[in-house]
């Protein structure tokens, strides 16, 4: 019994959680074929910090590095005189946790040893976006309702701490992807209204 506790103590202590990277907060960088003029990035705070209204999350930072990152690199030209603006709201946000993961620890973790998850992170979101010409007018409205769910385990998780930062980045990119492939497919029409 003494061999099977130090093993358990060894493994936890050889164990880790996956960390959040680059790539994980990050769009990917993957032009439009039709790119847009110069846009002015606005993101709607109010209606990020609504979603993520504990003070002073880094998920309001995130979100509006994924949405900048990927209209600058992915849907605007990189050169020219601003033609309008781009907003991004947040129009719903909700997460919640599986109350089941958290019971593990009432049976001494063994669970989470043999690598249940022990915590984890469902998410909701609907971003917004607008394309608007110099007078405020609007040209086009986008809006993605994307889901995604992430869990905080041993060996193959994120930890505790990065499981709701993950999955509100990795909802946001997916958003974003789609958004911008919309706004491919519709981008001559736009970049008149722009002129």
Sequence with gaps: MRKFAELMVCLLFLSSCR????????????PNSHLLPILEIKPDYRSIRAVYNVRKDI??????????????????????????????????????RNK????????MFIPTILGMPFDNAEQVLEIEVLVQNKQNDIIKRYVERVENEEYAA???????????????????KNAMAKIRQKINDEAP??????E
């Design 19 to 30: 960390l959040l990277s680059y790539d994980d907060l990050n769009p990917a960088i993957q």
């Design 59 to 96: 998920r309001i930072a995130d979100a509006v590095n994924i949405f900048s990152k990927e209209v600058r690199e992915n849907i605007m030209e990189q050169t020219g005189k601003t033609k309008g603006t781009i907003t991004m709201r947040i129009n719903y946000g909700e997460t919640k």
């Design 100 to 107: 089941l993961y958290a019971a593990s620890k009432n049976l």
């Design 154 to 172: 041993l060996y193959w998780g994120y930890n505790k701490e990065d499981v709701q930062r993950k999955v509100a980045a990795e909802n946001m």
């Design 189 to 194: 029409q736009i970049r008149a209204k722009l």
